[in-house]
T-cell receptor
């Protein structure tokens, strides 16, 4: 089945900094999602982005399906952005597979 | 949040006892899933359902069974709980008719501890 690899595993930044999180997948996907798991454990949908670019406020995401990767950009980080960011990919009838996550810590 | 409610939210149980977790959705979604989340493993699929009485196994299904007798409820049963099943369990739904190809939304999770 598909493999999903996220980098970096950990990222520590100061408030106001920008960051880029990457998700590589081993095969083509027709479902690609980014989630934020907050400190209370809740999984929050950020983007459904099997291809192309989307933006939502300070967050944006780009998926280059032909090269099998997706990027999540966070600009002007705030402490509330802290948590774990997951990408998950799926292919055809195969199940949504999660990466191991990137733990982001934003210090004031 | 796609109208998903998980119950209970927290449970402590003894080794060897059966446990049932409930996922309830209010928006008539066809596809429902159970995942578990463990440190170092991310989220892994246990079982999923693509309709009433239609279920299938995920990658970590051993020791678990599921049932879906009506659209809104998807039950996960640990037949005889073991310490290795201590985990956080998430229910999810797909919001489109295409199943895996559509956006998934997750419930708030159930923290299960087996002692």
């Amino acid at each position: 089945g598909i493999q999903v690899e996220q980098s970096p595993p950990d990222l520590i930044l100061q408030e106001g900094a920008n960051s880029t999180l990457r998700c590589n997948f081993s095969d083509s996907v027709n479902n690609l999602q980014w989630f934020h798991q907050n400190p209370w454990g809740q999984l929050i949908n950020l983007f459904y982005i099997p291809s192309g670019t989307k933006q939502n406020g300070r967050l944006s995401a780009t998926t280059v399906a032909t090269e099998r990767y997706s990027l999540l950009y966070i600009s002007s980080s705030q402490t509330t952005d802290s948590g774990v960011y997951f990408c998950a990919g799926g292919q055809g009838a195969q199940k949504l597979v999660f990466g191991q996550g990137t733990r982001l810590t934003i210090n004031p | 949040d796609a109208g998903i409610t998980q119950s209970p939210r927290h449970k402590v149980t003894e080794t060897g006892t059966p446990v049932t977790l409930r996922c309830h959705q209010t928006e008539n979604h066809r596809y429902m899933y159970w995942y578990r989340q463990d440190p170092g493993h991310g989220l892994r699929l246990i079982h999923y359902s693509y309709g009433v009485k239609d279920t299938d196994k995920g990658e970590v299904s051993d020791g678990y069974s599921v049932s879906r007798s009506k659209t809104e409820d998807f039950l996960l049963t640990l037949e005889s709980a073991t310490s290795s099943q201590t985990s956080v369990y998430f229910c999810a739904v797909s919001t489109g008719t295409g199943g895996w190809e559509t956006e998934a939304f997750f419930g708030q999770g159930t923290r299960l501890t087996v002692v």
